[in-house]
């Protein structure tokens, strides 16, 4: 066969395979003829001239998301950056103002979210742009709106996903937050010791009132056992004094007997001579009968006529003459 045929069977063969090419799903396809715009082609199997269309160009119609990190500073003087996140498509619709009028969309979408975020920042303190975020986020989505349709690119949502604010003010800022935690802490301590020497105080003070109710009953009924021993010594003819202090020597000696009982007491009676009973008694007998002698005085004291004043003045009486 002749070569010549065989290159022209080749290249007539090329030429008819070229003029079919697919185009993918969420694709569209810009086909130009002599570089004028012809149409657009969109996803499947799909054909042109050869030589004279060709493949201008794709166009992404999938949603997109471009991410922009700004550094600003907020109304109080401190550095922040903030990263926005774009969402963004082209529709069907818009695939030719999209592909023609635009060269750079990324670089475009960038420039508003800087203009836009470093208008809204600026306006707001730190902790007013972590509480406004979503604001920020509107405002930048308006304002893309207006800008990109006319491109034909359709914003889908824009987020403020990270504010970073500089390392120091960070540190200042966890720093502050421990010490809220710390001061909320110490209330919650502070609480609840406060409940805990209330109700000890309250026990405390039960605890005293019970025990003076005890105090109070063995008192009164030692001092019936006491009224009781007195009142059998007297009828064996020992007299009130000398039974209370008969009684009182007892109680001396029994002391005695407990504290030498108790091997861990380190309590000191004095005074604890073989005599101190006999003293004591003797003591107790005196004193009883200086009492009843003191008393005795008051009574007669109190019977006797209060004298004159010693300031007061009496004239005297003149005699009487006899003429």
Not at 125 to 143: G, N, Q, S, T, Y
Not at 167 to 186: G, H, P, S, W, Y
């Amino acid at each position: 066969m002749d070569p010549l045929l065989i290159v022209i069977i080749v290249f007539g063969l090329f030429i008819f395979l070229s003029s079919f090419f697919t185009v993918k799903q969420q694709t569209a396809v810009i086909i130009e003829r002599f570089g004028k715009f012809l149409s657009i082609r969109q996803s499947g199997l799909q054909l042109k001239i050869p030589l004279i269309d060709r493949i201008a160009g794709r166009v992404n119609l999938k949603i997109q998301q471009l991410d922009v990190i700004i550094e600003t500073k907020t109304k109080d003087n401190v550095f922040v950056k903030l990263k926005v996140s774009v969402q963004f498509m082209v529709v069907k619709e818009t695939v030719y103002d999209a592909f023609y009028k635009l060269e750079y969309p990324h670089d475009q979408i960038t420039s508003y979210v800087f203009d836009v975020v470093r208008a809204e920042v600026p306006k707001l303190k730190l902790d007013d742009v972590f509480e406004r975020k979503d604001d920020i986020a509107i405002a930048v989505k308006r304002e893309l709106n207006e800008a990109m349709t006319t491109y034909g690119y359709t914003i889908i949502n824009t987020l403020v996903t990270d504010i970073d604010p500089d390392i120091q003010v960070k540190n200042a800022m966890n720093r502050i937050n421990a010490a809220d935690r710390e001061k909320t802490v110490a209330e919650f301590e502070a609480e609840a010791s406060r409940i805990r020497i209330v109700a000890k105080a309250q026990a405390e003070a039960e605890s005293k009132k019970l025990q003076g109710q005890g105090i109070a009953d063995q008192r009164r009924e030692i001092a019936r056992g006491l009224v009781e021993s007195v009142d059998v010594l007297n009828k064996v003819g020992i007299n009130s004094q000398e039974a209370s202090a008969l009684i009182v020597v007892t109680q001396h000696y029994d002391t005695l007997q407990a504290i030498g009982a108790d091997t861990n007491s380190n309590l000191i009676l004095l005074p604890n001579s073989p005599q101190a009973g006999s003293d004591m008694l003797n003591n107790m007998v005196a004193s009883f009968s200086a009492s009843n002698q003191v008393g005795e005085m008051m009574k007669k004291t109190k019977r006797i006529k209060p004298a004159a004043h010693p300031t007061d003045y009496v004239e005297p009486e003149e005699p009487e003459t006899e003429v």
